[in-house]
């Protein structure tokens, strides 16, 4: 008896017909016979992508390891089941940040790249497809490629932002970027017209986050608030570890 599977908008509710939750580390996709196969992160998705209706689904939470970690260079190879909020507790005491990073922490590495998610540094860095270096992708013929913009460039291209639907991610190779501290600054400005967003939004430039409501229904319309942050440059980055290292 297979049980429920939701997005993030819980509906709708879903009963797969087969779930496979193995460690897919060396094992092929399963022989599903005509059934579909749909991996599945952690159900963050706000839509009904992450779901399959009467098809198989292929569950990532096994792969949950770190692999590599290269604190010189500032590179992270990490199986695609471990959430991000998982690997900043990694990097941030090593001075390293995620370039991209969404609304939530349990958000997994396969879901951040076959979603290719933007954060509120999208017009500085893009979405998060941009600082993938590599991954590998298990495909339904039960090939297992290396896929990055040398090799095999057309499926690299495609699985990001591909749903899920080129194959299975295993795990993938991130750049990372570089923070001096693990606070932030933060600041929230009230505006009343969309002539006063346009100038604030100008003058932060130099602000790495940036995101604002605004209340369409106000009247003259254009009241809201504008949010920025960024790293700050004079805290702490907490101690690592005893061991020093968290691999797992
Ligand atoms: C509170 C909240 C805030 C959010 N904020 C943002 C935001 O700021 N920016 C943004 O872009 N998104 C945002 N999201 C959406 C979220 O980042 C994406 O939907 C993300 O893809 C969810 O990841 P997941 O690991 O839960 O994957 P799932 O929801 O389980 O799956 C998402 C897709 O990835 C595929 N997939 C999952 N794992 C793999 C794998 N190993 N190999 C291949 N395909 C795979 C699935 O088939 C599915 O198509 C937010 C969501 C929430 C709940």
Redesign the pocket.
């Known amino acids: 008896m297979t049980k429920s599977y939701q997005?993030?908008n819980k509906i709708p509710s879903c009963k797969p017909s087969q779930v496979h939750i193995d460690d897919w580390r060396f094992e092929n996709l399963p022989a599903s016979g005509k059934l579909p196969m749909?991996?599945?992160?952690?159900?963050?998705?706000?839509g009904d992508?992450?779901l399959n209706k009467d098809g198989a689904l292929l569950e990532?939470a096994q792969?949950n390891r770190m692999m590599e970690f290269n604190r010189q260079e500032g590179r992270l190879i990490v199986e695609?089941?471990v959430q991000l909020g998982e690997i900043l507790e990694l990097l941030i005491p090593a001075g390293w940040f995620l370039p991209v990073i969404?609304?939530?922490r349990?958000?997994?590495i396969?879901?951040?790249?076959?979603?290719d998610?933007?954060?509120k540094n999208h017009q500085l860095k893009g979405s998060f497809g941009a600082h993938v270096e590599r991954f590998e992708l298990l495909r339904s013929s039960g090939e297992r490629l290396i896929c990055s913009r040398q090799q095999h460039p057309d499926l690299f291209s495609a699985t990001i932002g591909g749903?899920?639907l080129t194959?299975?991610?295993i795990w993938a190779e991130i750049n990372l970027m570089p923070v001096n501290s693990n606070r932030m600054e933060f600041e929230e400005i009230p505006f009343h017209s969309l002539t006063e967003f346009q100038n604030i939004n100008q003058q932060s430039s130099d602000w790495e986050y940036t995101v604002a409501w605004i209340d369409c229904l106000s009247q003259g319309g254009g009241r809201g608030i504008y949010s920025r942050g960024r790293h700050a440059n004079d805290g702490e980055l907490q101690k690592a570890q005893a061991n020093g290292c968290r691999l797992r």
């Open positions: 997005s993030w749909t991996p599945f992160g952690n159900g963050r998705s706000y992508v992450c990532s792969l695609a089941g969404p609304g939530t349990f958000v997994t396969g879901g951040a790249i076959a979603n998610i933007h954060g749903l899920g194959g299975m991610i």
